[in-house]
């Protein structure tokens, strides 16, 4: 019989509610929950993938110390000694946490405690830093607290919305299929998309602004300017309820003092500018979302208040369809903030810089030690462990090795510091360095509560037994604590811990601050365990509310929201000669992060199988790079060597590549090591949107590729990427130097020593050409090819055999040339991840059944019918089919 649970996805900020049925036999299949309001029983490719990734393989399951196997009480005994002896010789700040949004708010609000209220120092940041912080600086500089004003039922009321720097289509499916569903019930919503690229969001954009990088502080400075000249502001809203207008116009008059001025500047056509400004002139319902693209900026924060300043002379924030709205990139980031994780940050919306905030958490918490200052933010806690300042780290649940900037400089500050513990499920690029290594349970076995984008508190519920020795991240924050000597962390379970927050939330609050959720302080252990999905602030008898602010009543002293003189800086480096090139980095639709969980997925893969350089072809043929070359992508900071890839879609002199990529998946494909590491003044944030680098065509001796049942190491690769498909491994390789006998070099690649196993080959050494298979019986247990260029065949028809336990003779004989046999199907580059649909699968059905429309292929193949993130790829194909 099927035992089902209702818990929340762990990938991005939408909180998409899930349902977990898990069969007799183990099998596990995750659907998506029709009753939670943030999806509605909707999930992306990612979400829909869930089952797929929560084995044991790789996982971490007993504790490491100094590279053998420890007790939990030989571990905690070590970390105690050694932060305390680091804090007593050279004090609190000398030692620090650096935790991640893929923790609960209970292990993140126990790790905040700890370090804040008992070691005494603010020396605890998030990876939230890095996708976030500049919009919470933008928020509490207007309206003096980080408060999203909007829900997403807005999205769905709203008559004009603006996505800038979102391509909410791959990295918020979810709520774009909301924005997609409401525009065809109601033809008149209009979609603006600022973007410099011309992503799958475009789909569908009435208005696409395919702007300069880093002008969108100019661009919604002119907003304001033409709305004042326009005779759009809400005299009584700001009259009333703001301060601070004559400055920011000043400012905005200034910078951007036209149309035509903000046309030059953005390098857009001044038509596209004024019917953007006309547009949001004349609506009254209009959302502006924002994401990454904003955020990741040196001047960030300064962008999010210019977006601000436009809802607020309005008067469109706090109503109906109305407001700006920061979608968040992590499943608990918004937890983070809540319980003050950011170093920057008190707990439960409570601030440094308010010495009443910090008494009072100090006596709510007993705290022996409170800090008293703001600790060290990310990319400058890194730089203080390289300096020798921070001397003993604690790393939770995240992979910093990988996804800061300037990635290299993590890599040796890691080297460096004297004692460092990481905490983790499986093993990665950071855990390398760890002098104490700790399992940790991850989704799916951990028990507590996240926070999305709109302020929805949700359960996460366990459903697995935990492997090995695995712990939460509470338990193990408690139990160092307990090892310090403190007291106040002797918790039972999560459900003890919320409370204590709750109560927190509410402790001497009377309105005075945003976060309230005091209402859910006495709830017991089976009211926890049933709580439904639930806004904040929450009211005494339990009730969310969807918005704030449409009383016109904001948290700073005087109640008023501020509006913020914006001076448009640029991006803290510009291209020069030997860096002409402007490097933007991102997500891509089917892959999270750093790969730990989606990097387990089959079907993830079958869409991006390894790193790219997007290029404008006219870039590209201007550098000399050929269609599908692997491409060397520098900065003054590092390299990447990527695979090539044309798109019209990317703006000329820009490129893109993808952030997933590690040294678990690719031998040199970690963007963070070609990134600036130039930062936010105010919110600390990285400007990942704008690095100069130069682009080159890389020229290996040879490429190849192989496809094989087991893993395998790609000898003589200089080069090389992996990917798991279904039943298999997919390895794209390059080396610099020619082996002088490739059948020798095969086998020792796929490590061939049963001699029971039948090798097919085939050799052109004129034409530097090599391909063999590996067969057990009629099976086939691999294959590899080899190349002078990157013109190998299709890989995605060859990977279809190896679902088959046995190859007819026409396959078999097939397989060697390069290209299936008659009556032998290639479905090609998978397209649709949800139900595995390919490329020449759909090209196929639109040319035999004349289809001409994304939802004619989705009722034949189902394609583009589940997350709808492919729909913008289905209509590029069928375009190029019927015009072909």
């Not at 910090?358 to 990310?378: D, S």
Request: proline fraction near 6%; glycine fraction near 10%; include cysteine.
């Amino acid at each position: 019989m099927d035992s089902s649970t209702i818990t929340t996805c762990p990938y991005c900020g939408v909180g998409c509610g899930v349902v977990v049925s898990r069969a007799d036999d183990g099998t596990i299949t995750v659907r998506g929950d029709p009753d939670h309001p943030a999806n509605l029983g909707k999930l992306c490719s990612k979400g829909s993938a869930l089952g797929e990734t929560v084995s044991t393989e790789g996982r971490l399951e007993r504790p490491n110390l100094y590279g053998k196997p420890a007790s939990w009480e030989q571990v905690f005994e070590t970390m105690a000694l050694r932060f305390g002896e680091v804090i007593r010789e050279y004090g609190p700040n000398a030692v620090a946490f650096y935790v991640s949004g893929q923790l609960l708010t209970e292990d993140y609000y126990v790790a905040n405690k700890l370090m804040k209220g008992f070691i005494g120092s603010g020396n605890i940041d998030t990876n939230s830093r890095l996708c976030m912080s500049s919009s919470v600086s933008g928020h509490k500089r207007a309206f003096g607290s980080d408060t999203v004003p909007a829900c997403y039922e807005d999205l769905e009321l709203a008559d004009l919305i603006v996505l800038t720097g979102s391509n909410t289509a791959w990295c918020h499916p979810v709520l774009y299929q909301r924005i997609v569903k409401a525009k065809r019930a109601r033809p008149q919503m209009r979609v603006v998309v600022i973007d410099p690229r011309n992503t799958a969001t475009g789909d569908i954009a009435d208005l696409h602004l395919p702007l300069r990088p880093g002008s969108d502080g100019v661009l919604f400075n002119g907003l304001l300017t033409w709305l004042h000249h326009d005779g759009h502001r809400d005299e009584d809203f700001v009259h009333d309820h703001t301060n601070g207008l004559d400055e920011a116009l000043r400012f905005a008059l200034w910078y951007s003092p036209s149309a035509l001025a903000v046309a030059e500047h953005c390098d857009l056509p001044v038509e596209r500018v004024e019917t953007f400004y006309r547009w949001f002139a004349e609506t009254q319902k209009v959302i502006t979302v924002y994401s990454q693209g904003i955020n990741q900026s040196s001047s960030g924060t300064d962008k999010v208040n210019a977006i601000i300043n436009c809802h607020l002379f309005t008067g469109r924030i706090g109503k109906p369809g109305s407001g700006p709205f920061s979608f968040t990139g992590q499943p608990n980031a918004m937890g983070g903030r809540e319980v003050g994780a950011l170093a920057n940050q008190l707990t439960a919306h409570m601030d440094f810089d308010r010495p009443d905030h910090i008494e009072r958490v100090g006596r709510f918490w007993q705290a022996p030690r409170m800090a008293n200052g703001p600790g060290l933010k990310a990319v400058d806690l890194f730089r203080a462990v390289e300096r020798g300042e921070v001397k003993a780290l604690w790393i939770m649940g995240t992979n910093p090795a990988v996804s800061l900037p300037d990635a290299n400089q993590v890599r040796r500050a890691l080297g460096k510091c004297e004692f460092l513990a990481v905490s983790d499920c499986v093993h990665n690029d950071t855990t390398g360095y760890a002098h104490a290594l700790l399992p940790a349970q991850t989704w799916g076995e951990k028990d507590g509560s996240v926070t999305n984008s709109e302020r929805r508190i949700s359960r996460q519920r366990p459903f697995l037994s935990a492997p090995g020795e695995s712990k939460p991240d509470w338990w193990m924050l408690s139990r160092l604590a307990q090892g310090m000597g403190f007291s106040g962390f002797d918790y039972h379970g999560p459900r003890e811990i919320f409370a204590e927050f709750a109560a927190l939330s509410g402790f001497e609050n009377e309105g005075e601050r945003d976060f309230d959720i005091s209402a859910l302080a006495g709830l017991d252990a089976q009211t926890y365990d049933r709580l439904s999905p639930v806004q904040w602030p929450i009211a005494r008898d339990g009730q969310g509310r969807q918005r704030l602010f449409g009383d016109g009543r904001f948290f700073t002293d005087d109640r008023r929201a501020r509006f913020v003189a914006v001076a448009p800086n640029p991006p803290g480096r510009s291209p020069e000669p030997a860096y002409p090139l402007i490097l933007n980095t991102g997500r891509v639709r089917d892959q999270w992060h750093t790969m730990t969980r989606t990097g387990r997925s089959p079907r993830l893969f079958g869409h991006v199988p390894e790193p790219y350089c997007e290029i404008h072809p006219e870039d590209a043929r201007a550098l000399g790079i050929p269609e599908g070359a692997l491409v060397r992508v520098t900065s003054r900071w590092g390299e990447v060597i990527v695979r090539g890839k044309f798109s019209t879609g990317q703006r000329r002199g820009s490129v893109f590549v993808p952030m997933h990529w590690n040294d678990q998946f690719a031998s040199a494909g970690g963007i963070g090591a070609v990134v600036n590491a130039v930062l936010d003044p105010i919110s600390g944030q990285p400007e990942f949107k704008h690095t100069p680098v130069n682009v080159r065509h890389y020229r290996p001796a040879w490429h190849g590729f192989v496809l094989s049942r087991r893993s395998v190491e790609p000898r003589n690769a200089t080069y090389w990427t992996k990917a798991r498909r279904q039943g298999m491994w997919h390895y794209e390789l390059a080396g610099e130097e020619r082996s002088e006998n490739w059948a020798d070099c095969a086998r020792a690649i796929l490590a061939v020593e049963d001699h029971d196993l039948a090798w097919s080959e085939m050799r052109d050494p004129a034409m530097s050409r090599y391909r063999a298979a590996l067969f057990d019986g009629e099976r086939l247990q691999a294959c590899i090819f080899i190349g002078p260029d990157c013109k190998l065949p299709p890989r995605d028809w060859l990977v279809q055999l190896f679902r088959k336990d046995r190859l007819e003779s026409r396959e078999r004989a097939a397989l060697l040339s390069g290209a299936p046999g008659a009556n032998q199907e290639d479905q090609g580059r998978i397209v649709c991840a949800c139900f595995g649909v390919g490329e020449n699968t759909i090209r196929k059905a639109v040319r035999d059944r004349g289809l001409t429309t994304p939802e004619a292929v989705g009722e034949v193949l189902k394609a583009g019918t589940n997350c709808g993130s492919c729909v913008a790829e289905l209509r590029a194909l069928i375009a190029e089919t019927r015009s072909a």
